[in-house]
T-cell receptor, first 116, second 115 residues
Framework: DTGVSQNPRHKITKRGQNVTFRCDPI?????LYWYRQTLGQGPEFLTY????????KSRLLSDRFSAERPKGSFSTLEIQRTEQGDSAMYLC??????????????FGPGTRLTVL | AQSVTQPDIHITVSEGASLELRCNYS??????LFWYVQSPGQGLQLLLK??????LVQGIKGFEAEFKRSQSSFNLRKPSVHWSDAAEYFC?????????????FGGGTRVLVKP
């Protein structure tokens, strides 16, 4: 297992188009997170899944954003009617929930979205 | 609400010199603390973490960090910097399990290494 993978690595789209990103977590990790990172900033939490259940969504996640993890393995993040303000790096992370101890999140390489 | 402050946006250090990156957090309970490093255009790599126990934690690439509860700090150090350490460094605090374990990141510190 080589870690968290994300596809595509880069996406250029025109304003108003829909885009979908995929994240494949580390095998057997039951938690999956999405973050967004704009230029010069730290990542900001968007949403996370425990297995296939989406348990929390940030206020940053507008109605145009939707995330799924249908079988508790890979996840997709879709942005509808993209806007220039959506241009950012979208990072995926996965972890294994060990109960009482905090989990450690391992990040993928990210998908860089540019909206023209 | 939890928050993280990294007071230094940029730090320039000579190769072979020591490095210290500051991190201050705000959190209402015992925090989980992390340092990640990010090279340009790449994802984040975990350097080290603090969950409990010994307040001085060792990480990869010769980095260490010290948790000081009284100062709400988790500063990152390296005794001798290599040119390959040039990157952006992020401190993060994790919420307790019931709150979902999402990470809150600081704004990052960009490290430049002079030959």
């Amino acid at each position: 297992d080589t870690g968290v993978s994300q596809n595509p690595r880069h996406k250029i789209t025109k304003r108003g188009q829909n885009v979908t990103f995929r994240c494949d977590p580390i095998s057997e990790h039951n938690r999956l997170y999405w973050y967004r990172q704009t230029l010069g900033q730290g990542p900001e939490f968007l949403t996370y899944f425990q297995n296939e259940a989406q348990l929390e969504k940030s206020r940053l996640l507008s109605d145009r954003f939707s995330a799924e993890r249908p079988k508790g393995s890979f996840s997709t993040l879709e942005i509808q009617r993209t806007e220039q303000g959506d241009s950012a790096m979208y990072l995926c992370a996965s972890s294994f929930d060990r109960g009482e101890m905090g989990d450690t999140q391992y990040f993928g390489p990210g998908t860089r979205l540019t909206v023209l | 609400a939890q928050s993280v402050t990294q007071p230094d946006i940029h730090i320039t250090v000579s190769e072979g010199a020591s490095l210290e990156l500051r991190c201050n957090y705000s959190y209402g309970a015992t925090p989980y603390l992390f340092w990640y490093v990010q090279s340009p255009g790449q994802g984040l790599q975990l350097l080290l973490k603090y969950f409990s126990g010994d307040t001085l934690v060792q990480g990869i690439k010769g980095f260490e960090a010290e948790f000081k509860r009284s100062q709400s700090s988790f500063n990152l150090r390296k005794p001798s910097v290599h040119w390959s350490d040039a990157a952006e460094y992020f401190c993060a605090v994790g919420a307790i399990k019931a709150a979902g374990n999402k990470l809150t990141f600081g704004g990052g510190t960009r490290v430049l290494v002079k030959p």
